[in-house]
């Protein structure tokens, strides 16, 4: 087995991956952190807008780069160094308690709106006022699991690139466009110019979920705006959308938590935008 390259915890390039665990770094740097090899994998198969490759570097345990040579050449292939460093320096440079061995440097992968938004999106997820970075990575990875074209994460949510987000994702992060610091009237007004139904979910809302599905209001192009973990959706947000739907709840729990409610409203568009006739455009007659 290979002498680790990097052992020193005071090194230049440790002390930069490990500053990357905070907002205001990630944002200067526009760098993030992908952690293991479900992450790596993905950031190795990245590319941006330009071509460029989403990997900068890949560090990793000589253990690791054992397990995962496929990895390890796939990120060489790519032109992105890779060293190998102690469990030590992985363990400062992760934000896991207990780290896989594998780390790769990233470069920032957000979309603007208005690219987001000239692609004519037929599902996208907002998330207006997440504040859990578990959550907001959880729901991108629903909404990619439910075929949505786009996320949008508003300037009043939680950071994109968080490393608990990011894990959340489980490398969907990757997968699909994802516009950030949005105000959230802006992207309600952009996806409807967009030709894009807005709906806002939320428990106490107006519409039943069950009863727009049975009416066959569900097979257009169609926004899901998700709220707070704790209080949901501001008056002044439940404003902007078209509609305020509720997600029935048929036995006697209290609700629902935010990703399974995401879930529900973006499997429901899903399944209506796929049968016969879906999709249509809201702005035809």
Not at 145 to 162: F, H, I, P, Q
Request: aromatic residues 4%; hydrophobic residues 45%; proline residues 6%.
């Amino acid at each position: 087995m290979a002498q680790p390259e990097l052992t020193s915890l005071r090194s230049a390039r440790v002390t930069a991956a490990h500053r990357l665990a905070k907002r205001s770094f990630r944002g200067k740097e526009r760098r993030f952190l992908a952690e293991g090899p479900q992450a790596v994998r993905e950031a190795v198969a990245h590319r941006g807008t330009g071509g460029e490759r989403t990997l900068i570097e890949l560090y990793a345990t000589p253990e690791a780069a054992e397990r995962h040579p496929d990895l390890i050449a796939a990120a060489r292939a790519a032109g992105a160094p890779v060293l190998t460093a102690t469990p030590q320096v992985i363990a400062e440079i992760s934000d896991t308690v207990t780290p896989q061995g594998l780390v790769g440097v990233c470069r920032f992968l957000d979309t603007p709106l208005d690219a987001l938004l000239a692609a004519r999106p037929r599902l996208v997820a907002v998330l207006a006022h997440v504040r859990d970075p578990g959550n907001a990575g959880t729901v991108l990875r629903c909404a990619d699991a439910a075929g949505a074209d786009a996320v949008v994460l508003t300037d009043a949510s939680v950071d994109l690139y968080n490393p608990k987000a990011v894990r959340a994702s489980a490398g969907s992060l990757f997968h699909l466009p994802v516009a950030v610091g949005v105000p959230v009237a802006q992207a309600v007004a952009g996806l409807r110019a967009a030709g894009v139904r807005v709906l806002a979910a939320d428990g106490a809302g107006d519409h039943d979920l069950d009863t727009e599905l049975d009416r066959d209001a569900m097979g257009g192009p169609t926004a899901w705006v998700f709220g707070n973990e704790a209080w949901g959706l501001p008056e002044e947000t439940r404003a902007l959308a078209d509609a305020v739907v509720r997600v029935p709840i048929h036995g006697r729990a209290e609700s629902l938590n935010l990703a399974t409610a995401a879930a529900v409203c973006l499997y429901a568009s899903a399944r209506a935008q796929r049968a016969p006739g879906g999709c249509r455009s809201v702005t035809s007659s």
